[in-house]
T-cell receptor, first 114, second 111 residues
Framework: KAGVTQTPRYLIKTRGQQVTLSCSPI?????VSWYQQTPGQGLQFLFE???????NKGNFPGRFSGRQFSNSRSEMNVSTLELGDSALYLC?????????????FGPGTRLTVL | DAKTTQPTSMDCAEGRAANLPCNHS???????VYWYRQIHSQGPQYIIH???NNETNEMASLIITEDRKSSTLILPHATLRDTAVYYC????????????FGGGTRLMVKP
């Protein structure tokens, strides 16, 4: 079974631009979560989707948004990019929302904002 | 929050067992302990999880103390490829799928 895939793997943008990142979960998985990883802040939760509904949101500004489609694929969008948005963005999927359902991470998208 | 405490770094000789401790003294009933690892610049890799009983899979063993206040991840025969940051995480009951990552333990496996 294929793992979580994320596209693109690398991205370079300039301040003020916007960016859309894509995540395809493992087949059959209905939950998708997004995380940001930076050297200073570590791994931080962005948001979580299940059945096309946002179930949980981390402490990030409104410039960060996401959505999930009926096939469980998810996208996240960052508008008005800032230098501090440079990070590794990780997507994770799980079957359901249960505490005993592991999340499986993709390889990430490395975003560089110049 | 059921926070976790892990040593910042550990060394292990190749071929020996690596025992990574984690303290989670405020864990509540029905909260699971999860272990992930992250090799440099890759996405975190799920290793194992448990509730009360010890668990074993092809990657590792998880030993949870009877009072559930601490656990140990055991890599039975560490290889150089096991060099990574290991994260111990307690899944909160009302947090959906949100994982709260701490600093983890940087395990260095040496030849």
């Amino acid at each position: 079974k294929a793992g979580v895939t994320q596209t693109p793997r690398y991205l370079i943008k300039t301040r003020g631009q916007q960016v859309t990142l894509s995540c395809s979960p493992i087949s059959g998985h209905r939950s998708v979560s997004w995380y940001q990883q930076t050297p200073g802040q570590g791994l931080q939760f962005l948001f979580e989707y299940f059945s096309e509904t946002q179930r949980n949101k981390g402490n990030f500004p409104g410039r960060f948004s996401g959505r999930q489609f009926s096939n469980s694929r998810s996208e996240m969008n960052v508008s008005t990019l800032e230098l501090g948005d440079s990070a590794l963005y990780l997507c994770a999927s799980s079957l359901e929302l249960g505490l005993s359902d592991p999340q499986y991470f993709g390889p990430g998208t490395r975003l560089t904002v110049l | 929050d059921a926070k976790t405490t892990q040593p910042t770094s550990m060394d292990c000789a190749e071929g020996r067992a690596a025992n990574l401790p984690c303290n989670h003294s405020t864990i509540s009933g029905n909260e699971y302990v999860y272990w992930y690892r992250q090799i440099h610049s890759q996405g975190p890799q799920y290793i194992i999880h448990g509730l009360k009983n010890n668990e074993t899979n092809e990657m590792a063993s998880l030993i949870i103390t009877e009072d559930r206040k601490s656990s140990t991840l055991i890599l039975p025969h560490a290889t150089l490829r096991d060099t990574a940051v290991y994260y111990c995480i307690v899944r909160r009951k009302n947090a959906g799928n949100m994982l709260t990552f701490g600093g983890g333990t940087r395990l260095m496996v040496k030849p």
